[in-house]
């Protein structure tokens, strides 16, 4: 990582550090615009996205804009104009092979001609399709309806 990108980085974890934010920061946008002849101008206000998933504007001190200047006069050459600084690493959560399937009783004149009117049923725009039996790994088995939000165990 270049040193000017470790300065900014290091000037905005000390001054979130002293800002009452309802959660951590993950990650902040950042853009500059180089088109200036006196230098290169940047937003003052970065927007952040919380660990929780919500998104705030951040007006943040000198300290930050100098910091975002020499990066920006070290990078003149490459144009470096927007990207994201990421200050934390969010997990993603484990994943799980799960069996899921639909069911639902169908005319037809053969196994074919039932798949294919099952799968347009489920395709189909305001489909009631929204009823699945979820197979963990473990055996453990859920009906999820997705229009009510609902999970219910099954046996």
């Known amino acids: 990582m270049i040193p000017e990108m470790v300065d900014l980085i290091n000037a905005v974890r ?4 002293e800002r ?4 951590p920061v993950a990650t902040l946008a950042v853009t500059l ?3 200036y002849p006196e230098g290169p101008a940047y937003d003052e ?6 660990l ?3 998104s705030v ?7 930050i804009a100098d910091e975002l200047i020499e990066l920006a006069d070290a990078n003149r050459d490459t144009g470096l104009q927007e990207f994201t600084i990421t200050l934390i690493k969010i997990p993603s959560p484990p994943t799980r092979s799960y069996t899921v399937s639909w069911v639902i009783d169908i005319e037809a004149s053969s196994h074919r001609e039932a798949a294919e009117k099952a799968w347009a049923a489920q395709r189909r725009q305001r489909t009631t399709a929204s ?3 979820v197979e963990a790994p473990d055996g453990t088995r859920v009906e999820v309806d997705l229009t009510e939000d609902t ?4 046996a």
């Open 14 to 17: 000390a001054d979130l550090a």
């Open 20 to 23: 009452a934010l309802p959660s």
């Open 33 to 35: 615009d180089h088109s």
């Open 45 to 50: 206000t970065l927007t952040a996205t919380l």
């Open 52 to 54: 929780d998933g919500s």
């Open 57 to 63: 504007e951040i007006d943040f001190g000198s300290a």
């Open 131 to 133: 009823v699945f039996t």
């Open 151 to 154: 999970e219910t165990p099954t």
